[in-house]
């Protein structure tokens, strides 16, 4: 890891690598056993897609603070909320032509709304063998390279 890194070199001197590994894992723990749950209030592509864009909240760093109330805040009034810009069917139709795929994914928590989504891909697109990204640069200093198959 770069020393030069701001980021890296608060870790350092706060003696932690990942302050917020305990955050990250209640609420990985939470959504893993909640996952079916989810799964069943999603009738449509669409309600995939939602959700997974709602989970990009799930985020803990000094700029995002996210509490629980605010997280289950969002996912309880999921359903008065419109997509600004629409392409779902759209979306859809690329999907089912698709030879291949990349879908990155970064947040805690958040990767278990992706896997509901992917598992809606691989419904329109039987032939995709998903291979997920994460943690590609996500941040400026950031040089984790780490994939994995759903």
Known sequence: ????????????????????????AYYNQFF????????EKLHSMEDAVKYA????????NP???????????????????????NDVDLLSQDIQHAGSILYLG???????????LIKRIKDLNPEYKPTVSRDLSTSRCGN???AGKL
């Open 1 to 24: 890891m770069n020393n030069a890194c701001p980021v890296w070199s608060i870790k350092q001197h706060i003696g932690c690598v990942d302050p917020y590994k305990d955050t990250k």
């Open 32 to 39: 893993l056993e909640n996952i079916s749950t989810y799964d």
């Open 53 to 60: 864009i709602v989970a990009n909240i799930i985020d803990f």
């Open 63 to 85: 700029v995002h603070s996210n509490v629980d109330e605010e997280i289950q805040h969002f996912f309880s009034h999921i359903d008065t909320l419109e997509l600004v810009v």
């Open 106 to 116: 970064d947040n805690c928590g958040e990767i278990c709304f992706d896997k509901l």
């Open 144 to 146: 984790s390279q780490r």
